[in-house]
C-alpha cells in the first residue's frame, strides 16, 4: 500500500525558503520514481522536480537554481527546499510517486499515486 503525506507548507514573504517534506511508504525494492507538483489556482498542474531511485535529478525551468529536491531513504522522506522564493511560485505542492522499468526523473504528470497536498503562498 503506496502512502504519502506532505507537510512544511505556510505563508513566506517573496525571497524567503520554505522546506516541504513528504514521508512516503511505498515499495523501494522496485524501481520508482518521485516528485513534486503545483497547481495555481485555474491553472494545470505542473511538474517542478522530479527524482528516481538512484537521486537522478530533473527540474523545471522556472524553479532552477532556486529548488532542490533529495530523499532520505533511512527517513522515508522527500523533500523540496525552495530558496529564493517568488509569488509565482504561490500554489498547492503535491507529492507524487510511480514505478516504472526505466531509470530516470520524470516531471510529466505521469504519477500513479498522489499525496494530499501542502498549501505554499508566497506574498511579494
Known amino acids: 500500500q503506496v502512502q504519502l503525506v506532505e507537510s512544511g507548507g505556510g505563508s513566506v514573504q517573496a525571497g524567503g525558503s520554505l522546506r516541504l517534506s513528504c514521508v512516503f511508504s511505498?515499495?523501494?525494492?522496485?524501481?520508482?520514481?518521485m516528485g513534486w507538483f503545483r497547481q495555481a489556482p485555474g491553472k494545470e498542474r505542473e511538474g517542478v522536480a522530479g527524482?528516481?531511485?538512484?537521486?537522478?535529478?530533473d527540474y523545471a525551468d522556472s524553479v532552477k537554481g532556486r529548488f532542490t529536491i533529495a530523499k532520505d531513504n533511512a527517513k522515508n522522506t522527500l523533500y523540496l527546499q525552495m530558496d529564493s522564493l517568488k509569488p509565482e511560485d504561490t500554489g498547492m505542492y503535491y507529492c507524487?510517486?510511480?514505478?516504472?522499468?526505466?531509470?530516470?526523473?520524470?516531471?510529466?504528470?505521469?504519477?500513479?499515486?498522489w499525496g494530499q497536498g501542502t498549501q505554499v503562498t508566497v506574498s511579494s
Open positions: 511505498i515499495d523501494t525494492s522496485r524501481n520508482y520514481y
Open positions: 527524482i528516481d531511485k538512484d537521486a537522478r535529478t
Open positions: 507524487a510517486t510511480g514505478f516504472r522499468g526505466a531509470p530516470g526523473a520524470r516531471l510529466d504528470p505521469a504519477y500513479a499515486y
